[in-house]
T-cell receptor, first 113, second 110 residues
Framework: DGGITQSPKYLFRKEGQNVTLSCEQNLNHDAMYWYRQDPGQGLRLIYYSQIVNDFQKGDIAEGYSVSREKKESFPLTVTSAQKNPTAFYLC????????????FGSGTRLTVV | RKEVEQDPGPFNVPEGATVAFNCTYS??????FFWYRQDCRKEPKLLMSVYSSGNEDGRFTAQLNRASQYISLLIRDSKLSDSATYLCVVNGNAGNMLTFGGGTRLMVKP
């Protein structure tokens, strides 16, 4: 079955450490997205990519970086520059145009310890 | 003005009740509309797309009013399992991108 897989499910980061969240899809979707969700809050867009080897900043890109070397993969790195990284991170993918909506992965819950 | 606005709730209703949520959007050129459901600490999942003529899926009915730029979701015969946050989603100013409302929280009580 096609889907979108995020790993790990839970991640703990020490202060000053970079961590990378994985997102892989086998839906043959061109576009992929990263969102952050804080408790009781809505989704905020971090980065998105409409095509391989190209990506754009979203509303809250500072302290994050991404790459899109393969159509199936869109990893997100939370750098030490992100001062408040504790949150629920959601990856999504869609066909071009998003007329069929987004499909989300099950998320990664990141906690700073 | 936010691109997609929803009443955050919570809406507290008894089992069996009918409940309706509205959502307004700012971009008159929007073409795609959706309702997503998000359970606590889970990912959003597509509940239904919203078509111009209105559409129904079992106990759920979605309607679109382009003139007034609002979308509605009606849930009939509420079940305990309907308790969740409902997200109104519209394709926004960037064309290919979807914009998510902040969500409306529904709590169905026995």
């Amino acid at each position: 079955d096609g889907g979108i897989t995020q790993s790990p499910k839970y991640l703990f980061r020490k202060e000053g450490q970079n961590v990378t969240l994985s997102c892989e899809q086998n839906l043959n979707h061109d576009a992929m997205y990263w969102y952050r969700q804080d408790p009781g809050q809505g989704l905020r867009l971090i980065y998105y990519s409409q095509i391989v080897n190209d990506f754009q900043k979203g509303d809250i890109a500072e302290g994050y970086s991404v790459s899109r070397e393969k159509k199936e993969s869109f990893p997100l790195t939370v750098t030490s520059a992100q001062k408040n990284p504790t949150a629920f991170y959601l990856c999504a993918s869609s066909r071009q145009g998003a007329y069929y909506g987004y499909t989300f992965g099950s998320g990664t819950r990141l906690t700073v310890v | 003005r936010k691109e997609v606005e929803q009443d955050p709730g919570p809406f507290n209703v008894p089992e069996g009740a009918t409940v309706a949520f509205n959502c307004t959007y700012s971009n008159s050129a929007s073409q795609s509309f959706f309702w997503y459901r998000q359970d606590c600490r889970k990912e959003p999942k597509l509940l239904m797309s919203v078509y111009s003529s209105g559409n129904e899926d079992g106990r759920f009915t979605a309607q679109l009013n382009r003139a007034s730029q609002y979308i509605s979701l009606l849930i009939r015969d509420s079940k305990l399992s309907d308790s969740a946050t409902y997200l109104c989603v519209v394709n926004g100013n960037a064309g290919n991108m979807l914009t998510f409302g902040g969500g409306t929280r529904l709590m169905v009580k026995p």
